[in-house]
C-alpha cells in the first residue's frame, strides 16, 4: 500500500499515531470532540502499513509544514514554489488550497486589512447571512472586533447565521467577495476559500471577544435559537478548562456540586484536573472523595460527562451571577 491510496483522515490518523501519547493529547487538545472522535475512529480502523509507506506520509506531512511557513516567511507564491519541487504541481495545488483557509488569501481576505469598526460599518447594510459568511473568512481577532462593533440585535442575528453556517460553496465565497470588492473600490486577489463557520467558528471569535461582547452575543442567542446558544456555551468552557479557575473560585464551585456528581465526574480525567480539586479539598474530603470514586467502578462514559456537565454548569451559572471569573485569552492584567 502506498501512501497515494491514503484518504486525507487516513494520512492524519498517520501522524496521530507517530507522535506518541503526550504529543498526540496536545493536538487533540486544540481539536473539537466531533474532530477527536473521528480521527480515533480512523487511527482505530488504520490498515496494516508498511514502513515506507508511513515514511511518505511523513514527508508530505513535513512538505506541508514548510510551505506553511512558506506563506508566513514568502507569501504563497514561495508555499507553491516549495511544494511543487517536492510533491508535483497537481499535489501542490491541491494542498494549497487547504491551506488558503478563512486567514489565507481567501476572496474575502481583504478586508483583513482594513480596520475592524471600517469593516463593520461597510458591512452593516448587507443582509446578515453575508456578513456571517464574511466574518467566518477574518482571522479570528479580526472577526472579533467587527462583531463587537455591529449594532447589538445585527451581532446576534449574524452570531446565530454564523453558529449554522457549514461549508459554503467556493463560487459562492468568489461572487460575495467581487460584490464587495466592487463597492469598497479595493484591489481583490484571487484566490479560493471552502472553509467557513460551525460552532467553533463562532467559539474562537467569541475566545477573542471581550466579555460583554460575548454576553451580548450570547442573550441575543438565547431569544434567536436556544440550543445553539447552549453548545457554543458548552465549548466556551470545557470540563477540562477546571485548571483555569483559581482556587478560591473553585473552592466556591465545589460547595455548589454534590459529593457524587463530583466523584463521578473524575472518572478517569487527566491528573492535572484531579490534583485541581483535591487541593482545593480539606483532607477528610479528599479521603471521602476517593473512597467514593473506588465504590463506583466501572462506569458508563455518558454518564461521566453528564456530571461532568452538570459541574461545568455550576460553573457557568456562578460567573454569570458575578461570583466567580474565568478568565479569557484577551483579559488584560492590572497591577
Same mark, same amino acid.
Given at each position: 500500500?502506498?501512501?497515494?491510496?491514503?484518504?486525507?483522515?487516513?494520512? +492524519?490518523?498517520?501522524?496521530?499515531? $507517530?507522535? *506518541?501519547? #503526550?504529543? &498526540?493529547? =496536545? !493536538? @487533540? %487538545? /486544540?481539536?473539537?470532540?466531533?474532530?477527536?472522535?473521528?480521527?480515533?475512529?480512523?487511527?482505530?480502523?488504520?490498515?496494516?502499513?508498511?514502513?515506507?509507506?508511513?515514511?511518505?506520509?511523513?514527508?508530505?506531512?513535513?512538505?506541508?509544514?514548510? +510551505?506553511?511557513?512558506?506563506?508566513? $516567511?514568502? *507569501?504563497? #507564491?514561495? &508555499?507553491? =514554489? !516549495? @511544494? %511543487? /519541487?517536492?510533491?508535483?504541481?497537481?499535489?501542490?495545488?491541491?494542498?494549497?488550497?487547504?491551506?488558503?483557509?478563512?486567514?489565507?488569501?481567501?476572496?474575502?481576505?481583504?478586508?483583513?486589512?482594513?480596520?475592524?469598526?471600517?469593516?463593520?460599518?461597510?458591512?452593516?447594510?448587507?443582509?446578515?447571512?453575508?456578513?456571517?459568511?464574511?466574518?467566518?473568512? @477574518?482571522?479570528?481577532?479580526?472577526?472579533?472586533?467587527?462583531?463587537?462593533?455591529?449594532?447589538?440585535?445585527?451581532?446576534?442575528?449574524?452570531?446565530?447565521?454564523?453558529?449554522?453556517?457549514?461549508?459554503?460553496?467556493?463560487?459562492?465565497?468568489?461572487?460575495?467577495?467581487?460584490?464587495?470588492?466592487?463597492?469598497?473600490?479595493?484591489?481583490?486577489?484571487?484566490?479560493?476559500?471552502?472553509?467557513?463557520?460551525?460552532?467553533?467558528?463562532?467559539?474562537?471569535?467569541?475566545?477573542?471577544?471581550?466579555?460583554?461582547?460575548?454576553?451580548?452575543?450570547?442573550?441575543?442567542?438565547?431569544?434567536?435559537?436556544?440550543?445553539?446558544?447552549?453548545?457554543?456555551?458548552?465549548?466556551?468552557?470545557?470540563?477540562?478548562?477546571?485548571?483555569?479557575?483559581?482556587?478560591?473560585?473553585?473552592?466556591?464551585?465545589?460547595?455548589?456540586?454534590?459529593?457524587?456528581?463530583?466523584?463521578?465526574?473524575?472518572?478517569?480525567?487527566?491528573?492535572?484536573?484531579?490534583?485541581?480539586?483535591?487541593?482545593?479539598?480539606?483532607?477528610?474530603?479528599?479521603?471521602?472523595?476517593?473512597?467514593?470514586?473506588?465504590?463506583?467502578?466501572?462506569?458508563?462514559?455518558?454518564?461521566?460527562?453528564?456530571?461532568?456537565?452538570?459541574?461545568?454548569?455550576?460553573?457557568?451559572?456562578?460567573?454569570?451571577?458575578?461570583?466567580?471569573?474565568?478568565?479569557?485569552?484577551?483579559?488584560?492584567?492590572?497591577?
Amino acid at each position: 500500500m502506498s501512501s497515494a491510496s491514503l484518504t486525507g483522515r487516513q494520512k +492524519a490518523a498517520t501522524m496521530i499515531a $507517530q507522535f *506518541g501519547t #503526550d504529543h &498526540a493529547a =496536545k !493536538v @487533540l %487538545r /486544540e481539536m473539537s470532540d466531533v474532530e477527536v472522535v473521528e480521527l480515533m475512529s480512523e487511527v482505530a480502523q488504520l490498515p496494516p502499513l508498511d514502513f515506507d509507506t508511513v515514511r511518505e506520509v511523513v514527508e508530505e506531512f513535513v512538505h506541508s509544514i514548510q +510551505a506553511l511557513r512558506a506563506v508566513g $516567511q514568502g *507569501g504563497i #507564491d514561495a &508555499a507553491r =514554489k !516549495v @511544494l %511543487r /519541487e517536492r510533491l508535483g504541481s497537481a499535489r501542490a495545488e491541491e494542498l494549497l488550497s487547504r491551506f488558503l483557509g478563512p486567514s489565507g488569501n481567501g476572496p474575502l481576505a481583504f478586508l483583513n486589512s482594513i480596520s475592524p469598526p471600517q469593516a463593520a460599518n461597510f458591512l452593516a447594510t448587507e443582509h446578515p447571512q453575508t456578513i456571517a459568511i464574511v466574518v467566518a473568512h @477574518l482571522t479570528s481577532d479580526n472577526a472579533a472586533q467587527v462583531l463587537s462593533s455591529l449594532d447589538e440585535k445585527l451581532r446576534a442575528e449574524v452570531a446565530s447565521r454564523m453558529g449554522r453556517l457549514s461549508r459554503v460553496s467556493p463560487e459562492v465565497v468568489r461572487q460575495t467577495g467581487a460584490v464587495l470588492e466592487r463597492k469598497l473600490s479595493s484591489y481583490l486577489e484571487g484566490g479560493t476559500s471552502t472553509q467557513t463557520g460551525g460552532v467553533q467558528s463562532l467559539v474562537n471569535v467569541l475566545n477573542h471577544s471581550d466579555r460583554q461582547v460575548e454576553k451580548q452575543i450570547l442573550t441575543g442567542l438565547d431569544e434567536l435559537d436556544p440550543e445553539l446558544a447552549e453548545e457554543v456555551r458548552s465549548k466556551l468552557f470545557t470540563f477540562e478548562d477546571i485548571v483555569s479557575l483559581d482556587d478560591k473560585a473553585l473552592q466556591l464551585v465545589l460547595r455548589n456540586v454534590a459529593a457524587k456528581d463530583l466523584a463521578v465526574a473524575l472518572k478517569g480525567v487527566p491528573e492535572p484536573v484531579k490534583s485541581k480539586f483535591l487541593k482545593n479539598m480539606s483532607a477528610r474530603a479528599v479521603a471521602d472523595l476517593e473512597e467514593e470514586i473506588e465504590v463506583l467502578g466501572p462506569t458508563r462514559m455518558s454518564i461521566v460527562e453528564g456530571a461532568q456537565a452538570e459541574i461545568v454548569r455550576v460553573v457557568r451559572d456562578l460567573e454569570s451571577a458575578g461570583e466567580i471569573t474565568i478568565g479569557r485569552e484577551t483579559d488584560e492584567l492590572v497591577e
